[in-house]
């Protein structure tokens, strides 16, 4: 056998008690086990898996994990699984020549499925599941603005009012009906939003409420008071001149 499964959880509860040497010798003797198929036989094991100089670890895992015959040491739990690989084969060679030989609607004897490949979750994805991974959904009612989102915004689009852009990009795909509102990732729609001339701009003059401008950069709101000074009438002379005449009686 060329492959096999390897139970990790069973392995990890047989063998925590094992020294690095012993853990790596057992390993390698399985492997051995399964890749020729027979007993494994005293004599030089060591010295065939890369273990010479630490021929006592190799002997003690063969004592404890493996039983001593006549024909040499074997691992009832490997014989299992040799055994149940040789029936799938053997099952697969005579589904393969029952379909060829017979009419081409003749039922196949095949073996049980191969083994899927592993998952992080270690279960195989199958095509319902897959296809149930990609369907969409609507943005929630109750969906809350994230530091996420919010941190894309400033990033890509300081200019912007992050918060203002949510509430618009909120209420536009809430009351989007059918299909159109649905969508597989909807931080990918909100970075989209965010690139996009659909985000309202942020009033230039509530920067200096958010943000301290730099040293050299001017500020907006004295700027405004400048530019209104500017624009204001002058006060006539006799306007003027009562003023004064108010401030010396007082």
Not at 7 to 33: C, M, Q, V
Not at 104 to 124: D, R, V
Not at 135 to 155: M, N, P, Q, V, Y
Not at 186 to 198: G, I, K, M, P
Request: proline share 7%.
């Amino acid at each position: 056998m060329h492959y096999y499964q390897f139970h990790i959880g069973d392995y990890k509860s047989h063998t925590h008690h094992l020294s690095l040497l012993e853990d790596l010798a057992y390993r390698r003797l399985l492997d051995f086990y399964f890749l020729h198929e027979q007993p494994i036989k005293h004599r030089d094991i060591a010295r065939q898996i890369g273990m010479r100089d630490h021929e006592e670890d190799v002997m003690t895992v063969l004592n404890e994990f493996f039983l001593s015959t006549a024909d040499g040491f074997v691992n009832p739990r490997a014989d299992k699984e040799i055994k149940q690989y040789k029936e799938f084969a053997e099952a697969g060679k005579r589904g393969a020549a029952k379909r060829w030989s017979k009419p081409p609607y003749e039922e196949a004897i095949s073996p049980p499925n191969a083994t899927p490949i592993a998952t992080i979750n270690h279960k195989p994805i199958t095509n319902n599941q897959d296809k149930k991974n990609k369907r969409g959904s609507r943005l929630a009612l109750d969906f809350c603005f994230t530091k996420e989102w919010e941190d894309f915004c400033i990033e890509a689009r300081p200019e912007l009012s992050p918060v203002k852009t949510f509430d618009q990009f909120k209420d536009y795909w809430i009351a989007q009906a059918g299909q159109k509102g649905v969508k597989l990732d909807w931080f990918a729609t909100w970075r989209n939003w965010v690139r996009s001339t659909h985000a309202p701009k942020q009033n230039p003059y509530d920067i200096v409420r958010v943000t301290v401008p730099m040293s050299k950069e001017p500020d907006p709101a004295l700027e405004k008071i400048k530019a209104d000074a500017k624009k204001a009438a002058p006060l006539p002379d006799h306007i003027r001149q009562i003023m004064q005449n108010m401030k010396g009686r007082s």
